[in-house]
């Protein structure tokens, strides 16, 4: 067990729900584990659960969920701006919101046109 991955506010009438994952220790970062893992959820969501679009969302001192995001084919969406008085490394902390379609999902799968 190195980690955990999820997914989150499902909603089956709009085919939605959001992916988050956690490995919390350091010697399992960079090894491909984050995007391997969030791929093969995405494809159960969208596989087995027949979903439409998935998203993912974090802050911008994440830069490890952003990468994997970024690696697995998501794309930014939007930013919102934390109501926090305090930042990351010097950074203001922003929510950052990913999405990918089944649609795109499966060309970058190689399965779809």
Same mark, same amino acid.
């Given at each position: ?6 997914? $989150?506010?499902? &909603? ?5 729900? $959001? %992916?988050? !994952?956690?490995? @919390? ?7 491909? $584990?984050? @995007?391997?893992? %969030?791929?093969?959820? *995405? &494809?159960? #969501?969208?596989?087995?659960?027949? #979903?439409?679009? *998935?998203?993912?969302?974090?802050w911008t001192g994440n830069r490890r969920m952003v990468r994997c ?6 794309r930014e969406i939007a930013r919102t701006p $934390?109501?926090?008085?305090?930042? %990351?490394?010097?950074? @203001? ?6 999405? !990918? ?5 499966? *060309? ?6």
């Amino acid at each position: 067990h190195i980690g955990w991955i999820n997914y $989150y506010h499902l &909603d089956k009438q709009g085919r939605l729900a $959001y %992916v988050g !994952i956690c490995l @919390p220790e350091e010697e399992t970062w960079g090894k491909g $584990y984050g @995007p391997e893992a %969030v791929s093969l959820l *995405v &494809d159960h #969501l969208f596989g087995r659960m027949e #979903l439409e679009e *998935v998203k993912a969302a974090t802050w911008t001192g994440n830069r490890r969920m952003v990468r994997c995001a970024e690696k697995c084919g998501f794309r930014e969406i939007a930013r919102t701006p $934390y109501e926090a008085e305090y930042s %990351v490394r010097g950074e @203001p902390l922003e929510r950052i919101e990913f999405h !990918i379609s089944r649609e795109e999902w499966l *060309v970058l799968r190689g399965g779809g046109s």
